[in-house]
């Protein structure tokens, strides 16, 4: 059986995970820039699978147990030290990349087909409604917010699943994850 933690899986996967940590830089100054208001934290929620796109991606790339937490890591690495959460950014990243790992440990990382990654994400996404709550301190806004903020939660974990494994099906085609071809050598010339 072929071992599927290959370097150039963990290789791609830091790529994919370096690019996501740059990208999350620019977002949480701008999560910073903005205040606490209703409508700034619904607007963050639309886009928090920005910030976990990395893990997903490379989790539907490479299909491999831990590889989207190993994705998140790196990202969170690559972000920490330019971004005022320090190393807070990298345990809370570290949370939300096992919480990405647990729908798929719990099927024993049977991957199977792409809908499963449709039931996966929008449900890791619902896992951290709770972080959501008491950062956002949703309790001190009004009912509506609530109502909305899980609507978009699934909305936005929908629209970055489906962003997801369109990246992975371009970067597919461009032969990212393309196993390697085995070398296969020539028997020596019998002398004769």
């Known amino acids: 059986m072929r071992n599927p933690y290959s370097t150039r899986v963990f290789l791609s996967a830091a790529a994919i995970g370096a690019a ?7 977002l949480n100054w701008l999560f910073i820039a903005l205040n606490t208001t209703p409508i700034a934290t619904l607007i963050i929620v639309a886009v ?3 910030w ?3 893990g997903m991606l490379s989790q539907v790339l ?3 147990p831990g590889i989207g937490l190993f994705t998140l890591l790196v990202a969170s690495l690559v972000n920490a030290p330019f971004t005022p959460y320090g190393v807070a950014q990298i345990w ?20 199977g087909s792409r809908r499963m990654f449709w039931i996966a994400h929008p449900l890791s996404q619902l896992l951290v409604i709770p972080f959501y709550v008491v950062g956002f301190d949703l309790g001190a806004f009004a009912w509506w917010v609530l109502a909305i903020f899980v609507v978009l939660t699934l909305a936005s974990a929908a629209f970055f699943t ?7 099906g371009r970067l597919q085609a461009a032969g990212v994850a393309r196993p390697r071809r085995a070398v296969v050598t020539p028997p020596p010339a019998s002398e004769g």
């Open 92 to 111: 809370s990243t570290v949370i939300f990349g096992l919480i990405l790992e647990l729908p798929f440990a719990v099927t024993l990382y049977r991957f």
């Open 20 to 26: 996501g940590g740059v990208l999350a830089i620019a």
């Open 62 to 64: 490479f299909r491999v």
């Open 162 to 168: 489906w962003l997801a494994q369109f990246l992975a």
């Open 48 to 50: 928090f699978g920005l």
């Open 52 to 54: 976990v796109l990395p």
